[in-house]
């Protein structure tokens, strides 16, 4: 199971919410689509139409061409079902013979049992029916599933699977023989082939009398053209469709002649709210399947739904306005922000929704839809792995370019060129410096991906890069002020990066967490072993719940050091969880060994943080406490570097810190690994170097 698609206990609640929240989004897009007639025809390759602007006078069908029809005569003939008469007298014919060949014994004194066993099948066979194998060979040649088995008045469906032929009921028989104990050899004697006859005989009249019912349901046209209709502007590319639709109009112009549908409107209403319900039915549908996780989380939402409808609807003004042109509009903006903050396959998702909806608006949308879909998938194939911000200029250049290459390849398969006496056939390059405009507008993802950071509280790559910058104000404090923690830190970034790098899951936001995890420390680090020198223990002068109580601090503090100096909340949540609700056990056990007949409140030295959610925060909490651990022990060989990793992860299992993270224990037993690996190679025994024996 991916991680991102985590089980979600299904409530009534939360479908209804769902639902609601699909229908008003729905509403909210249609309520902005344009108002204005437009065509949905697409431009295909064919001929420029030379004359103004075509418009439906009157109501008429569309007349289908002689293929489709004959495409539909073969998709309708897949449910044909041929007659075939079963013949009765066939069956009764040839048991009488198998019995008499019985009483006379040509069948070598067999046992009843075998006898009756073989009557039996004779007349379930008969029953189901035997066809002539030509017959079969020319039902399976034209894929017929089925056929229709009568006797006077009475007939049944029967699947041609379940038809016998000769051959298929003799090895019927021998086939049932085994499952009863009867002996085959014996049964060969029978010559049974005297027995099996063809009892089904096609019926020539009755079958081509259907098939020719379901030809003539077959209906002429594929719909229909209403009255004030575009059908063709100047300068548009004639599809096969749109030859179509002219031809049917040539046809009827002379036949028939209806007002305009008093209710065109609601109807185009309605059209527009299936189509948007359909495609966020879609969107809802994918991430229902393959990112559950997404939904539980407002701020995912909140910006996916945010940039959907907001490109949805700049589209829809640019259109009911006529302001400058779609492509002005840089859409690959959409899959980078998606990319950055979520993953590569829910970028390309929502971005082809969002084009769908865009595309809703314009008149003529395969060009925009083709070119806007490969631009998206470039913006995204150009960020797979983003790590400092001036990727953005590169993946800006590479999304034009391609942009620009799409659309001219879409121009010259219409027959448009770069220069020619007719205008309707040269290229506009006007729509090549408005694709120009909008990769230079796609530069301003850089600043407003911090702004989206912000507002929705999503971290990018490249903020985690530089805030592990260890130059940054608050590391370099650390490093200042508690350098033994500083250095604690690092370690423990450098191992929780190992581990989330072998798990798949977000190393560098692991790596920045473990950075800060310990800023807490700064404000009492003598009080902490890493920072203490000399030998001097501050501790010695305290209780142990003082002592505790200076420890299990560290945490608000870090809380509070990290709203200081604005740090996102998913750092945050690695100061909050590297403890947990654990205990400082060290203090803890002193308390109850020095007071072994009071009851010690284990409140009094417990963390006042939460326990890890996420699969990076325990990673997190596992390293630091086997690199903390790994510090004070008395020698390193791999039996006691195991045996420590071993007892820090199993006690934090037991003690059920990693109940509320979709971590898996093949996770724990990989990561075990992983610290073990390195930890060994950190603290590797080192060779003894010889002293001289004989200085002189």
């Given at each position: 199971?991916?991680?991102?698609?985590?089980?979600?206990k299904?409530?009534?609640k939360g479908?209804?919410?769902?639902?609601?929240?699909?229908?008003?989004i729905?509403?909210i897009?249609?309520?902005?689509?344009?108002?204005?007639?437009?065509?949905?025809?697409?431009v295909e390759?064919?001929r420029?139409w030379?004359?103004?602007?075509?418009?439906?006078?009157?109501?008429?069908?569309?007349?289908?061409?002689?293929?489709?029809?004959?495409?539909?005569?073969?998709?309708?003939?897949q449910?044909?079902?041929?007659?075939?008469?079963?013949?009765?007298?066939t069956?009764?014919?040839?048991?009488?013979?198998?019995?008499k060949?019985?009483?006379s014994q040509?069948?070598?004194?067999?046992?009843?049992?075998?006898?009756?066993?073989?009557?039996?099948q004779?007349?379930?066979?008969y029953?189901?029916?035997?066809?002539?194998?030509?017959?079969?060979?020319?039902?399976?040649?034209?894929n017929?599933?089925?056929?229709?088995?009568?006797?006077?008045r009475?007939?049944v469906?029967?699947?041609?699977?379940?038809?016998?032929?000769?051959?298929?009921?003799?090895?019927?028989?021998?086939?049932?023989?085994e499952?009863?104990?009867?002996?085959?050899?014996?049964?060969?004697?029978?010559?049974l082939?005297?027995?099996?006859?063809?009892?089904?005989?096609?019926?020539v009249?009755?079958?081509?009398?259907?098939?020719?019912?379901?030809?003539?349901?077959?209906?002429?046209?594929?719909?229909?053209?209403?009255?004030?209709?575009?059908?063709?502007?100047?300068?548009?590319?004639?599809?096969?469709?749109?030859?179509?639709?002219l031809?049917?109009?040539n046809r009827t112009?002379?036949?028939?002649?209806?007002?305009?549908?008093?209710?065109?409107?609601?109807?185009?209403?309605?059209?527009?709210?299936?189509?948007?319900?359909?495609?966020y039915?879609?969107?809802?549908?994918?991430?229902?399947?393959?990112?559950?996780?997404?939904?539980?989380?407002?701020?995912?939402?909140?910006l996916?739904?945010?940039?959907?409808?907001?490109?949805?609807?700049?589209?829809?003004?640019?259109?009911?306005?006529?302001?400058?042109?779609?492509?002005?509009?840089?859409?690959?903006m959409?899959?980078?922000?998606?990319?950055?903050?979520?993953?590569?396959?829910?970028?390309?998702?929502?971005?082809?929704?969002?084009?769908?909806?865009?595309?809703?608006?314009?008149?003529?949308?395969?060009e925009?839809?083709?070119?806007?879909?490969?631009?998206?998938?470039?913006a995204?194939?150009?960020?797979?792995?983003?790590?400092?911000?001036?990727?953005?200029?590169?993946?800006?250049?590479?999304?034009?370019?391609?942009?620009?290459?799409?659309?001219?390849?879409?121009?010259?398969?219409h027959?448009?060129?770069?220069?020619?006496?007719?205008?309707?056939?040269?290229?506009?390059?006007?729509?090549?410096?408005?694709?120009?405009?909008?990769?230079?507008?796609?530069?301003?993802?850089?600043?407003?991906?911090?702004?989206?950071?912000?507002i929705?509280?999503?971290?990018?790559?490249?903020?985690?890069v530089?805030?592990s910058?260890?130059?940054?104000?608050l590391?370099r404090q650390?490093?200042?002020?508690?350098?033994?923690?500083?250095?604690?830190s690092?370690?423990?970034?450098?191992?929780?990066?190992?581990?989330?790098?072998?798990?798949?899951v977000?190393?560098?936001?692991?790596?920045?967490?473990?950075?800060?995890?310990?800023?807490?420390?700064?404000?009492n680090?003598?009080?902490?072993?890493?920072?203490?020198?000399?030998?001097i223990?501050?501790?010695?002068?305290?209780?142990?719940?003082?002592?505790?109580?200076?420890?299990?601090?560290?945490?608000?503090?870090?809380?509070?050091?990290?709203?200081?100096?604005?740090?996102?909340?998913?750092?945050?949540?690695?100061?909050?969880?590297?403890?947990?609700?654990?205990?400082?056990?060290?203090?803890?056990?002193n308390?109850?060994n020095?007071?072994?007949?009071?009851?010690?409140?284990?409140?009094?030295?417990?963390?006042?943080?939460?326990?890890?959610?996420t699969v990076?925060?325990?990673?997190?909490?596992?390293?630091?406490?086997?690199?903390?651990?790994?510090?004070?022990?008395?020698?390193?060989?791999?039996?006691?570097?195991?045996?420590?990793?071993?007892?820090?992860?199993?006690?934090?299992?037991?003690?059920?810190?990693?109940?509320?993270?979709?971590i898996?224990?093949?996770d724990?037993?990989?990561?075990?690994?992983?610290?073990?690996?390195?930890?060994?190679?950190?603290?590797?025994?080192r060779?003894?170097?010889?002293?001289l024996?004989?200085?002189?």
């Amino acid at each position: 199971m991916s991680r991102f698609n985590k089980p979600i206990k299904r409530t009534w609640k939360g479908i209804i919410s769902q639902a609601s929240f699909l229908v008003v989004i729905t509403f909210i897009t249609v309520w902005f689509l344009p108002d204005a007639d437009r065509g949905t025809f697409m431009v295909e390759v064919g001929r420029p139409w030379t004359y103004g602007r075509l418009r439906a006078p009157f109501d008429f069908y569309i007349f289908k061409s002689e293929a489709e029809l004959q495409r539909e005569r073969d998709s309708i003939l897949q449910a044909y079902s041929p007659f075939f008469e079963q013949i009765p007298e066939t069956m009764d014919k040839q048991l009488a013979a198998f019995r008499k060949d019985a009483r006379s014994q040509k069948t070598d004194n067999l046992p009843r049992a075998y006898l009756d066993f073989v009557e039996e099948q004779l007349r379930a066979i008969y029953q189901q029916g035997i066809i002539d194998l030509d017959h079969l060979k020319v039902l399976q040649l034209q894929n017929t599933q089925s056929v229709i088995l009568y006797h006077g008045r009475e007939a049944v469906t029967v699947p041609v699977s379940q038809l016998y032929t000769e051959k298929s009921a003799y090895e019927h028989i021998f086939a049932a023989a085994e499952s009863a104990q009867i002996s085959r050899q014996r049964l060969q004697r029978l010559n049974l082939n005297r027995y099996i006859k063809v009892n089904l005989t096609y019926d020539v009249e009755k079958s081509e009398s259907l098939k020719d019912e379901m030809e003539r349901s077959i209906s002429p046209s594929s719909g229909m053209v209403y009255a004030g209709q575009n059908i063709i502007d100047r300068g548009d590319i004639v599809t096969e469709e749109t030859f179509q639709i002219l031809s049917s109009y040539n046809r009827t112009i002379q036949e028939r002649k209806k007002s305009t549908i008093g209710n065109t409107d609601i109807q185009i209403l309605v059209g527009q709210l299936i189509y948007v319900l359909a495609i966020y039915l879609c969107l809802t549908v994918y991430f229902n399947l393959f990112r559950k996780d997404y939904i539980g989380s407002l701020r995912s939402v909140s910006l996916l739904v945010a940039l959907i409808l907001f490109f949805s609807i700049i589209t829809s003004l640019i259109v009911e306005h006529t302001l400058l042109s779609v492509y002005v509009v840089p859409y690959a903006m959409l899959p980078i922000f998606i990319r950055i903050f979520m993953d590569s396959r829910t970028a390309f998702f929502v971005h082809v929704v969002t084009i769908m909806l865009c595309a809703i608006s314009l008149s003529y949308p395969f060009e925009f839809i083709v070119t806007q879909l490969v631009a998206g998938l470039v913006a995204i194939y150009s960020l797979r792995e983003m790590s400092q911000r001036s990727q953005i200029i590169r993946t800006a250049f590479l999304v034009t370019a391609s942009a620009l290459v799409m659309y001219l390849s879409i121009e010259m398969i219409h027959g448009r060129t770069f220069g020619g006496e007719d205008a309707l056939l040269r290229v506009d390059w006007q729509i090549y410096i408005h694709l120009l405009i909008a990769g230079v507008l796609l530069l301003f993802a850089y600043p407003l991906m911090a702004l989206l950071e912000r507002i929705f509280g999503f971290i990018s790559d490249v903020t985690l890069v530089e805030l592990s910058n260890v130059n940054s104000e608050l590391l370099r404090q650390l490093s200042e002020t508690a350098p033994g923690t500083f250095q604690h830190s690092m370690q423990v970034a450098n191992l929780a990066a190992e581990v989330a790098n072998q798990l798949g899951v977000k190393a560098q936001l692991v790596r920045t967490g473990a950075l800060y995890h310990d800023i807490g420390k700064m404000m009492n680090p003598e009080f902490f072993t890493e920072n203490q020198l000399g030998g001097i223990n501050p501790h010695r002068a305290l209780t142990n719940r003082e002592s505790a109580a200076i420890i299990v601090r560290h945490v608000q503090d870090g809380e509070e050091l990290a709203d200081r100096y604005r740090l996102p909340k998913l750092v945050r949540d690695f100061i909050t969880t590297h403890h947990g609700q654990g205990l400082a056990k060290f203090f803890y056990i002193n308390e109850k060994n020095a007071h072994p007949n009071e009851d010690v409140n284990p409140e009094d030295f417990m963390y006042k943080g939460e326990n890890p959610h996420t699969v990076e925060q325990a990673i997190l909490m596992m390293t630091d406490a086997v690199e903390a651990a790994a510090r004070s022990m008395a020698e390193y060989s791999e039996e006691s570097i195991g045996q420590l990793v071993d007892k820090m992860i199993d006690g934090q299992v037991a003690d059920g810190f990693f109940q509320r993270c979709p971590i898996t224990f093949q996770d724990i037993y990989m990561a075990k690994e992983v610290l073990k690996k390195k930890l060994k190679a950190i603290y590797h025994t080192r060779v003894s170097y010889p002293t001289l024996s004989n200085p002189n």
